[in-house]
């Protein structure tokens, strides 16, 4: 389940290595100021936002942010739609046994009932637990972080993706197979903490090739690693590639979307652009400012 942590969190694709570092340069071929591409990672621990001066003014030197999807501009209602089952409750995908241990397992580690999340998929039951053993030391992710502060300067913000990307994914696993990721990760003794100090280490050390490593998970069905992540990566390399011919974006990515030979970085380099590491470091109680 460690390896299904790092997936859901970072979104890896294993495939040719790329090294040790989270932001990069894109130029060429009709860029007429490098734009930056920067892997992020979906939590709140303080750590994670404590790069040095580099990533700061790389940040704040561009004229437009692109992430994932613009979260501000989601729906709640569209969300709410595609994370509850049209029919039948979370129980029915379990036999009475294996109910009363996920029912009694999932509160004893959230400190909630799974009567709250009954009707909804057992993959987002899934990222509760998984927030559950999450540091809570920043208000928000990182990636809300920086759409904050573009709002804030009132510069534009640009969607890679749309929501139907991502929600569409999750889909290609069938209900009882997500039912079994939760019942095998309430059985996990390794405690969400110790999974994630581990993953935040990976993500400190800029270490993608260890990210790699860490998801050569044979587990996951291959339609959803064809659909969550490989064919994701395509379409983020082609408007990473429009956005920034056309102004110099940050463009702020999940950080296992970097890596591997179908990983934007390789699918930028086949289109001709030059895609160049830009070495930093994090820094013990570094803030993003000018």
Known sequence: MVRFLSAFILFLFAGQLIGQ???????????????????????????VFSFDSTVTKAFHSCDALALEMVM????????????LMKTGTLKDLYTPEEWEFTDKAFKEKTGSSLMLFMKMKPFFVYSQLLQSGMSKDMPEALDMYLLKEYRAKNKPVLGIEVLADQLGAIDQIELKEQAKMLYNALKDTTTNTDQFDGLIDVYLNQDID??????NDTTLPEKFNQAFLVGRNVKMAENIAKYSKKQKVFNAIGAAHLPGEKGVIALLRKKGYTVEPVPFKFVPEAVLEE
């Open 21 to 47: 570092n989270l932001l990069w340069k894109i130029s060429g071929k009709g860029i007429q100021e490098p734009s930056y591409l920067y892997g992020t990672i979906h939590i709140t621990d303080k750590r």
């Open 210 to 215: 260890k990210m790699l490593e860490m998801m």
């Open 72 to 83: 501000d501009q989601i729906k709640k209602e569209d969300v709410e739609a595609n994370m």
